[in-house]
């Protein structure tokens, strides 16, 4: 069953590259055994650089689902997920995520994470894109207001 959905993604991702719609990646979250959402990198289709294929097939699961949690759902990706993606499928509460293709194997063909991952680990201070904290006390209101806020929606 699980090669069933890798397989999906799999197909998705040649698909959708042949037709030119982006890079060759693509990915499907399945609940209860039945594909919810369908992703595919869609980067240079849309000048998005957040559409890639989890990214896409999260939306498109959440809005079929009518949720933006998929705590019952689990993720095929045709490579295992960048960063970004990684962050969205934890921000999406999936259970578990199935991947082919590792990380090594798209740098080896020009998808290179290894400097975001670099960066990640590094402190705010020596990060190669300069952060600079500006009006924390302004921003501090909001989020008071949004603790105290009664009718909030939790994620």
């Given amino acids: 069953m699980k090669a069933k959905f890798m397989r999906a993604a799999i197909r998705l991702s040649l698909e959708k590259m042949r037709r030119g719609e982006g890079g060759p990646f693509g990915t499907v979250v399945v609940r209860r055994g039945k594909i919810v959402g369908r992703g595919w990198n869609r980067v240079t289709s849309t000048n998005d650089p957040t559409a890639h294929a989890e990214v896409t097939a999260i939306r498109d ?27 969205a499928i934890y921000w999406a509460r999936i259970e578990k995520i199935f991947y082919a293709g590792g990380r090594r194997d798209a740098a080896a063909i020009g998808f290179d994470d290894d ?13 190669k894109i300069p952060m600079r904290q500006l009006l924390r006390g302004e921003a501090l209101k909001v989020f008071k207001k949004w603790q105290d806020k009664p009718d909030k929606i939790r994620y």
């Fill in 61 to 87: 699961a959440c809005r079929r689902l009518k949720t933006f949690r998929l705590e019952d759902c689990e993720i095929y990706a045709s490579c295992e997920p960048c960063p970004m993606c990684l962050a």
């Fill in 115 to 127: 400097l975001i991952y670099r960066e990640m680990a590094r402190p705010v201070s020596r990060r």
